[in-house]
Protein backbone atom coordinates (compact mmCIF):
# COMPACT_ATOMS: atom_id res chain seq x y z
CA UNK A 1 0.00 0.00 0.00
CA UNK A 2 0.82 3.60 0.03
CA UNK A 3 3.55 4.77 2.30
CA UNK A 4 3.63 8.26 4.29
CA UNK A 5 3.92 11.24 1.36
CA UNK A 6 5.58 14.00 2.06
CA UNK A 7 5.51 17.41 -0.23
CA UNK A 8 7.34 19.11 -1.75
CA UNK A 9 10.68 17.18 -2.00
CA UNK A 10 13.08 20.03 -1.59
CA UNK A 11 12.27 23.85 -0.51
CA UNK A 12 15.16 26.24 -0.57
CA UNK A 13 13.54 29.86 0.64
CA UNK A 14 15.52 33.09 1.91
CA UNK A 15 15.78 33.90 4.96
CA UNK A 16 12.48 35.71 6.57
CA UNK A 17 9.87 33.86 4.57
CA UNK A 18 6.69 31.74 5.59
CA UNK A 19 7.33 28.36 4.28
CA UNK A 20 4.40 25.14 4.24
CA UNK A 21 5.73 21.54 4.51
CA UNK A 22 2.85 18.74 3.78
CA UNK A 23 2.08 15.12 4.80
CA UNK A 24 0.10 12.88 3.85
CA UNK A 25 0.04 9.72 6.18
CA UNK A 26 -0.86 5.98 5.54
CA UNK A 27 -4.67 5.79 5.18
CA UNK A 28 -5.91 5.02 8.54
CA UNK A 29 -3.08 6.05 10.89
CA UNK A 30 -5.05 8.11 13.16
CA UNK A 31 -1.26 8.78 14.94
CA UNK A 32 1.24 11.40 13.10
CA UNK A 33 4.16 12.80 13.95
CA UNK A 34 6.93 15.46 12.95
CA UNK A 35 10.63 15.27 13.52
CA UNK A 36 13.83 17.14 12.05
CA UNK A 37 17.21 16.03 10.83
CA UNK A 38 20.07 17.85 11.30
CA UNK A 39 23.82 17.21 10.87
CA UNK A 40 25.03 17.95 14.75
CA UNK A 41 21.86 18.06 16.01
CA UNK A 42 20.29 14.34 14.54
CA UNK A 43 16.78 13.68 14.68
CA UNK A 44 14.80 15.88 17.11
CA UNK A 45 10.58 14.87 17.72
CA UNK A 46 8.95 18.32 17.02
CA UNK A 47 5.65 17.35 17.34
CA UNK A 48 2.42 14.90 17.66
CA UNK A 49 -0.97 14.61 17.12
CA UNK A 50 -2.96 11.22 18.18
CA UNK A 51 -6.73 11.41 16.82
CA UNK A 52 -8.67 14.65 17.99
CA UNK A 53 -6.57 14.50 21.38
CA UNK A 54 -4.78 17.74 21.65
CA UNK A 55 -1.31 17.49 20.31
CA UNK A 56 2.24 17.70 21.92
CA UNK A 57 3.85 20.45 20.76
CA UNK A 58 6.85 19.98 23.05
CA UNK A 59 9.20 19.49 20.64
CA UNK A 60 8.71 22.68 18.31
CA UNK A 61 11.85 24.79 18.77
CA UNK A 62 10.20 28.30 19.03
CA UNK A 63 6.66 29.90 18.51
CA UNK A 64 7.97 30.16 14.92
CA UNK A 65 6.97 26.68 14.16
CA UNK A 66 3.35 25.52 13.87
CA UNK A 67 1.70 22.27 12.85
CA UNK A 68 -2.07 21.52 12.08
CA UNK A 69 -3.83 17.94 11.09
CA UNK A 70 -7.13 18.85 9.22
CA UNK A 71 -9.64 16.13 8.78
CA UNK A 72 -7.67 13.73 10.80
CA UNK A 73 -5.58 13.07 7.97
CA UNK A 74 -3.21 15.54 5.73
CA UNK A 75 -0.69 17.60 8.39
CA UNK A 76 0.65 20.85 7.51
CA UNK A 77 4.04 22.29 9.19
CA UNK A 78 4.56 26.14 9.04
CA UNK A 79 7.43 27.94 9.97
CA UNK A 80 7.75 31.46 9.90
CA UNK A 81 10.14 33.87 9.47
CA UNK A 82 13.01 31.49 8.17
CA UNK A 83 16.22 31.15 10.44
CA UNK A 84 19.70 29.74 8.40
CA UNK A 85 19.34 27.32 11.87
CA UNK A 86 16.21 26.01 9.99
CA UNK A 87 18.08 24.37 7.40
CA UNK A 88 16.88 20.56 7.58
CA UNK A 89 15.40 17.52 6.37
CA UNK A 90 11.96 17.29 7.78
CA UNK A 91 10.26 14.07 8.24
CA UNK A 92 6.87 13.21 9.02
CA UNK A 93 5.90 9.84 10.40
CA UNK A 94 2.56 7.79 10.56
CA UNK A 95 1.32 5.22 13.24
CA UNK A 96 -1.63 2.99 13.07
CA UNK A 97 -2.29 4.40 16.96
CA UNK A 98 -2.34 3.94 19.86
CA UNK A 99 0.72 5.24 21.05
CA UNK A 100 3.76 3.23 21.12
CA UNK A 101 3.42 1.30 18.08
CA UNK A 102 6.01 1.63 15.08
CA UNK A 103 5.86 4.55 13.18
CA UNK A 104 6.37 5.09 9.36
CA UNK A 105 8.53 7.61 7.56
CA UNK A 106 8.15 9.43 4.88
CA UNK A 107 10.95 10.48 2.69
CA UNK A 108 11.70 14.04 3.77
CA UNK A 109 11.22 17.55 2.99
CA UNK A 110 14.96 19.29 2.92
CA UNK A 111 14.69 23.03 3.38
CA UNK A 112 17.14 25.43 2.57
CA UNK A 113 17.36 28.42 4.08
CA UNK A 114 19.54 31.41 2.61
CA UNK B 1 16.89 13.88 30.40
CA UNK B 2 16.07 10.24 29.10
CA UNK B 3 18.55 9.54 25.83
CA UNK B 4 19.47 6.72 23.54
CA UNK B 5 23.40 6.23 23.26
CA UNK B 6 25.02 4.52 19.83
CA UNK B 7 28.31 4.07 20.81
CA UNK B 8 29.99 3.91 17.19
CA UNK B 9 29.24 6.82 15.16
CA UNK B 10 31.24 5.88 11.59
CA UNK B 11 32.07 1.60 11.35
CA UNK B 12 33.56 0.35 8.64
CA UNK B 13 33.74 -3.41 7.85
CA UNK B 14 34.37 -5.84 4.56
CA UNK B 15 31.58 -8.02 3.31
CA UNK B 16 30.73 -11.29 5.32
CA UNK B 17 32.54 -9.61 8.35
CA UNK B 18 30.08 -9.95 11.58
CA UNK B 19 28.73 -6.43 12.79
CA UNK B 20 27.71 -5.40 16.20
CA UNK B 21 26.41 -1.80 17.22
CA UNK B 22 25.97 -0.86 20.48
CA UNK B 23 22.48 0.51 21.43
CA UNK B 24 21.86 1.69 25.23
CA UNK B 25 19.27 4.07 26.75
CA UNK B 26 18.85 5.77 29.94
CA UNK B 27 15.95 4.41 32.05
CA UNK B 28 14.41 1.63 33.43
CA UNK B 29 10.45 1.09 33.41
CA UNK B 30 8.78 -0.23 30.45
CA UNK B 31 10.65 0.61 27.00
CA UNK B 32 9.43 0.18 23.39
CA UNK B 33 12.83 -0.47 21.17
CA UNK B 34 13.23 0.18 17.47
CA UNK B 35 16.33 -0.25 15.33
CA UNK B 36 15.89 1.69 12.59
CA UNK B 37 17.95 2.07 9.09
CA UNK B 38 18.32 4.57 6.26
CA UNK B 39 19.80 3.38 2.92
CA UNK B 40 21.39 6.40 0.87
CA UNK B 41 18.77 8.54 -0.74
CA UNK B 42 15.80 6.61 0.61
CA UNK B 43 13.65 7.11 3.57
CA UNK B 44 13.92 5.70 7.36
CA UNK B 45 12.61 2.24 7.60
CA UNK B 46 12.21 -0.32 10.46
CA UNK B 47 14.24 -2.95 10.76
CA UNK B 48 13.07 -4.71 14.35
CA UNK B 49 11.55 -3.80 17.14
CA UNK B 50 11.26 -5.29 20.82
CA UNK B 51 8.10 -4.26 22.89
CA UNK B 52 8.06 -7.34 25.21
CA UNK B 53 8.45 -11.44 25.30
CA UNK B 54 11.48 -12.69 23.65
CA UNK B 55 14.43 -10.52 24.34
CA UNK B 56 16.04 -11.48 21.15
CA UNK B 57 14.52 -9.88 18.11
CA UNK B 58 14.73 -11.25 14.72
CA UNK B 59 14.31 -8.34 11.84
CA UNK B 60 14.46 -7.86 8.28
CA UNK B 61 17.09 -8.77 6.12
CA UNK B 62 19.04 -11.37 8.49
CA UNK B 63 19.18 -8.61 11.10
CA UNK B 64 18.62 -9.47 14.87
CA UNK B 65 19.00 -7.54 17.94
CA UNK B 66 18.86 -8.74 21.87
CA UNK B 67 16.99 -6.69 24.78
CA UNK B 68 19.48 -7.31 27.92
CA UNK B 69 17.45 -5.22 30.64
CA UNK B 70 20.34 -5.04 33.29
CA UNK B 71 22.35 -3.51 30.75
CA UNK B 72 19.89 -0.74 29.20
CA UNK B 73 20.80 -2.32 25.98
CA UNK B 74 19.72 -3.25 22.59
CA UNK B 75 22.72 -3.84 20.59
CA UNK B 76 21.59 -4.86 16.72
CA UNK B 77 23.79 -7.51 14.94
CA UNK B 78 24.40 -9.73 11.72
CA UNK B 79 26.87 -12.69 11.29
CA UNK B 80 27.67 -11.18 7.80
CA UNK B 81 27.27 -8.12 5.64
CA UNK B 82 26.62 -7.42 2.60
CA UNK B 83 27.65 -4.54 0.44
CA UNK B 84 23.92 -3.69 0.23
CA UNK B 85 24.08 -3.34 4.26
CA UNK B 86 25.99 0.01 3.77
CA UNK B 87 23.36 2.24 4.80
CA UNK B 88 22.89 4.72 8.24
CA UNK B 89 21.48 2.52 11.43
CA UNK B 90 18.94 4.58 14.80
CA UNK B 91 18.22 3.25 17.60
CA UNK B 92 15.18 4.39 19.42
CA UNK B 93 13.04 4.01 22.24
CA UNK B 94 9.53 5.93 23.03
CA UNK B 95 11.23 5.92 26.70
CA UNK B 96 9.67 5.40 30.09
CA UNK B 97 6.83 8.26 30.11
CA UNK B 98 3.14 8.21 28.41
CA UNK B 99 4.30 10.07 25.34
CA UNK B 100 4.56 9.54 22.00
CA UNK B 101 7.76 10.61 21.02
CA UNK B 102 10.65 8.61 19.65
CA UNK B 103 14.74 9.10 21.13
CA UNK B 104 16.85 8.69 18.56
CA UNK B 105 20.20 7.59 18.99
CA UNK B 106 22.73 9.91 17.28
CA UNK B 107 23.33 7.21 14.75
CA UNK B 108 26.11 4.71 13.10
CA UNK B 109 26.88 4.73 9.81
CA UNK B 110 27.91 1.72 8.38
CA UNK B 111 30.05 1.23 5.01
CA UNK B 112 30.91 -1.98 4.06
CA UNK B 113 33.24 -3.00 1.53
CA UNK B 114 32.77 -5.28 -1.63
Redesign the interface.
Known amino acids: GAGVSQSPSNKVTEKGKDVELRCDPISGHT?L?W?RQSLGQ??E?LI?F?GNSAP?K??LPSDRFSAERTGGSVSTLTIQRTQQEDSAVY?C?S?PGP??D???????TRLTVL | AQSVSQHNHHVILSEAASLELGCNYSYGGTV?L?W?VQYPG?????LL?Y?SGDPLVKGIKGFEAEFIKSKFSFNLRKPSVQWSDTAEY?C?S?GSS??????????TTLQVKP
Request: hydrophobic share 35%.
Open positions: AYYGLFYQDSGLAGRRTQYFGPG | NFYQHLQLKFFAYNTGKLIFGQG
